[in-house]
């Protein structure tokens, strides 16, 4: 530890059942950014989900819209340390876009526009506990918080729920994505404040 | 072994307030290396728990022994600008890691003329150039754009006829009833105007928020200014 | 102004400093991507948090990623053919 600046307080910290080990309370929704933000057109917005036994399922933003929603309200918990509570959202769940989706998979690699990637376990994908969702707090998804449509994943840190996404890769072996190559941790429960590699 | 940087303490031996919302902190800092004008340095708070936060400033003064000046500008709601502006006071000790960044730096000997441009406190890096000029045959021209009069760092010092120094400003939003300039954002006019023609090759150092350099950035090549000879430095989105 | 929020790799100086004894953001490196050589300074800088990210500026591939722990630095040169360092006496 340094020498100690007077008076300085930084920001506060907070002590809530609610935050997870080392968070801090937002109020307002920070924008990080590892790139240029990706403008993607309706018209040319498509998601799929391919497997590694071959098949392909793809939706474009009409057949997207036509699914039942979801509006799941959510706390979110950044690995920077901040953490916003009850976080408004539209949108689909993993659950409908799986079901008609065979394979033997246990990994998923969800990639974006701009060439972000992210991976976690699929069954983390499953059971109530995912969406892509394309609506924030009533409006449309703005491209800074990765709009037109990101992914939804609240119980593991924000990073693993993919901005602008374009598809998942069901895979048969885990393939890190784009940080947890760079040092972060291979699955982030915040719980367990599973931040960097090793943690 | 060779020694990487390493936190040094600085002590606060002198505050100058500069506008409403930024003041320059002179710190005193044992050991201190020296720095080439335009470089930087990060500064480390800690918080008597030991929760710490750390921010990347330029130096604003000339070499100076191990005395180092840095100018900072509040921003927003943050957590490190609002402390250096606002209860920073003499005697009182932060801590200093550099000086960093080889890049963004006028050495001192080179020949070719100078042209600054700076965004609000982009001016500090150019300032430190200024600084260092002393007494160098190097022709130096300043274009400094600022949204109104009170934003101006510096005051006494720029107005003071430097000579081998052409200082011009480039309001945004009000200017002063004599700027013989309406206020507007940087553009082509201004560069030909108050800039060193392409042919003269000068080095070009401009410094400020993202928006501001790459406008002023694509000027210069417009004019037809070699890239090669133009250093940028960019805020980007500071964190306060 | 969305687009706008990088900044330059000068930025790079003061975390790598931690790591290398030089500054590296003065070496030459050439982009993996598009094979255009430049200074690290020139790179195109996101962040700082969670992680730097160096971006070529001309085709705007990654170079560089660096993240800094409380224990440990990672840093990622996945996008860089080769970095040209200037050695000093």
Same mark, same amino acid.
């Given at each position: ?39 993607v057109?309706l018209?040319?917005w498509e998601f799929a989900i ?9 939706w474009s933003w009409e057949e997207f819209q036509a699914l039942p929603q979801e509006t799941p309200t959510v706390?979110l ?10 976080t408004e959202w539209k949108g689909v769940s993993l659950d409908v876009l799986m079901e ?10 969800a990639?974006s ?12 994908l499953l059971d109530g506990k995912a969406w892509i969702v394309y609506e924030f707090d009533g409006e449309e998804l703005a491209p800074?918080h990765g709009g037109p449509a990101r992914l939804l994943v609240p119980h593991?840190?924000l990073?693993k729920s993919a901005k602008w996404v374009k598809g998942i ?31 | ?23 320059? #902190?002179?710190?005193? @800092?044992? /050991? +201190?290396?020296?720095?080439? %004008?335009?470089?930087?340095?990060? $500064?480390? =708070? ?49 801590? #200093?890691?550099?000086? @960093?960044? /080889? +890049?963004?730096?006028?050495? %001192?000997?080179?020949?070719?003329? $100078?042209? =600054? ?124 | ?89």
């Amino acid at each position: 530890m340094g020498i100690i600046s007077r008076a300085f307080q930084g920001r506060p910290r907070d002590h809530d059942e609610k935050l997870p080990p080392g968070q801090y309370l937002v109020h307002d929704f920070p924008v990080l950014s590892a790139g240029p933000t990706p403008r993607v057109p309706l018209d040319r917005w498509e998601f799929a989900i391919d497997t590694p036994e071959g098949e392909v399922h793809r939706w474009s933003w009409e057949e997207f819209q036509a699914l039942p929603q979801e509006t799941p309200t959510v706390d979110l918990h950044c690995v920077t340390k901040w953490s916003k509570f009850g976080t408004e959202w539209k949108g689909v769940s993993l659950d409908v876009l799986m079901e008609d989706v065979e394979s033997a998979a246990e990994y998923a690699l969800a990639y974006s526009h701009g060439g972000y990637t992210t991976n976690l376990p699929l069954e983390d994908l499953l059971d109530g506990k995912a969406w892509i969702v394309y609506e924030f707090d009533g409006e449309e998804l703005a491209p800074a918080h990765g709009g037109p449509a990101r992914l939804l994943v609240p119980h593991l840190y924000l990073w693993k729920s993919a901005k602008w996404v374009k598809g998942i890769r069901l895979l048969n072996e885990d393939w890190p994505g784009f940080w947890e190559t760079a040092g972060y941790h291979n699955y982030g429960d915040p719980w367990r404040e599973q931040r960097y590699q090793g943690d | 072994m060779i020694k990487r940087l390493t936190w040094r303490v600085a002590t606060v031996t002198e505050i100058r307030q500069e506008t409403p919302t930024a003041r320059t #902190l002179v710190f005193d @800092v044992p /050991g +201190w290396p020296g720095h080439l %004008p335009g470089q930087h340095v990060d $500064v480390k =708070l800690t918080a008597d728990d030991g929760y710490s936060a750390q921010r990347s400033y330029s130096v604003a003064n000339g070499d100076d022994g191990e005395r180092v000046e840095l100018t900072v500008q509040r921003v927003g709601d943050g957590e490190v600008s609002p402390y250096l502006t606002e209860v920073l006071e003499v005697g009182d000790q932060i801590e #200093l890691r550099g000086p @960093v960044g /080889g +890049w963004f730096v006028w050495r %001192p000997h080179s020949s070719p003329p $100078v042209l =600054l441009i700076g965004g609000g406190s982009g001016i500090v890096p150019l300032m430190a150039m200024i600084r260092s000029r002393g007494k160098s045959d190097t022709p130096f021209r300043l274009l400094y754009s600022l949204r109104d009069p009170g934003q101006l760092f510096y005051a006494g010092e720029l107005e003071k006829v430097m000579a081998g120094v052409e200082v011009a400003y480039l309001y945004t939003r009000t200017a002063p009833p004599d700027a013989g300039r309406a206020p507007g954002r940087i553009r082509a006019a201004d560069l030909i105007a108050y800039g060193w023609p392409p042919e003269t090759a000068p080095d070009v150092f401009v410094c400020g928020p993202t928006g501001f350099v790459e406008a002023a950035a694509d000027l210069l090549t417009g004019l037809g200014h070699d890239p090669a000879k133009i250093k940028t430095e960019r805020f980007g989105p500071t964190g306060g | 102004m969305e687009h706008l929020d990088y900044q330059d790799g000068n930025a790079l100086a003061g975390p790598l400093s931690e790591i290398f004894t030089f500054d590296v953001t003065v070496a030459q490196g050439t982009c993996a991507g598009c094979g255009r050589r430049g200074a690290l300074a020139e790179l195109r800088v996101y962040g700082p948090e969670p992680g730097l990210v160096a971006r070529c500026p001309g085709c705007e591939e990654v170079v560089l990623t660096f993240v800094r722990g409380p224990k440990d630095a990672w840093l990622d040169l996945r996008g860089s053919v080769s970095l040209r360092i200037p050695i000093t006496e």
